[in-house]
């Protein structure tokens, strides 16, 4: 399905591209990583059936130029970023739902945190809360080595040591409108690998909280904050298809369960 929308907003310090498909009740999906919009182009045709659905290239990465340095500090700018999006294309308040993969889903926390009126679910895919695991300084220390082996050897051999987060297979291939590999190691991975969540504003609004992870990376580094996130939050772990990235290898199944989480808390709301 193309867009029944595509355009650019000026942010300070950047442009964010952005595309919509579909009509409905807003659903803004927030990539995470080194993924743009085009992770979420089968994803987005599916919910187009029942939903406005927003997706976009976080600043700095494929379409979304920089005009300034880059996003500091990160989550903060990243929030502020999602925001103005949907003041942009929402701009009487509608209220909305969203969907954050990866570092996405520290977005989309942080958006309930700032206006928990207006987002009304967030369902946050295997966010890197590292921070909130027991032993949260090894893996502060992992990302660290992967940082220092891009800047030692390039980027080819940071992501190759990244495997490690995926149980030692490579990183899922993912679409993606450019290459933003050096982009994500220098700017993104050690600032959304330092986030923490407020767990405390988050729990006063749990009930439209969902916490997942993928059914087949359950036993995989990159699945772990999400587990101890629902913990906190006294949620259970929803299950979604697939792995770190279900959303775009298992689409289908990945749409239909995401479809009815949606539904069953837009009745609840309701």
């Known amino acids: 399905m193309d867009p029944l929308e595509s355009g650019t907003l000026a942010v300070p310090g950047a442009r964010l591209y ?3 498909r579909g009509s409905g009740p807003l659903l803004l999906l ?3 990583g080194a993924s743009d919009a085009e992770v979420f182009r089968d994803l987005a045709d599916e919910l187009a059936a029942r939903h406005r659905v927003v997706t976009y290239d976080p600043r700095g990465i494929s379409r979304s130029r920089l005009d300034g340095p880059p996003p500091e500090p990160w989550l903060l700018t990243q929030t502020d970023d999602a925001a103005r999006l949907l003041d942009h294309l929402a701009p009487n308040g509608e209220p909305v739902r969203v969907f954050g993969s990866c570092a996405g ?3 989309a926390l942080e958006l309930m945190v700032r206006d928990p009126q207006r987002i009304r679910l967030a369902v946050v895919h295997e966010p890197p809360a590292i921070e909130l695991l027991p032993d949260a300084a090894r893996h502060a220390a992992f990302f660290d080595e992967v940082y220092a082996t891009f800047r030692r050897d390039g980027a080819a051999a940071a992501l190759d040591r990244l495997r490690a987060l995926f149980g030692g297979r490579p990183a899922p291939q993912l679409p993606e409108a450019t290459d933003n590999s050096a ?3 220098s700017h993104v991975m050690l600032p959304s690998s330092r986030c923490v969540p407020d767990v405390a504003a988050l729990a006063a609004v749990a009930d439209r909280i969902v916490v997942a992870g993928g059914r087949e990376s359950r036993t995989y580094d990159v699945h772990q904050p999400a587990a101890v996130l629902a913990q906190l939050l006294g949620r259970g772990l929803v299950e979604f ?8 290898k298992h689409t289908a199944p990945f749409a239909r369960q ?13």
């Open 18 to 20: 952005f595309e919509v």
């Open 30 to 32: 927030i990539p995470g």
């Open 105 to 107: 889903g520290l977005t």
């Open 183 to 185: 982009f994500f190691l």
């Open 241 to 248: 298809p697939g792995g770190h990235a279900g959303y775009a």
């Open 258 to 270: 995401l479809t009815g989480i949606l539904a069953a808390a837009r009745t609840v709301a309701c």
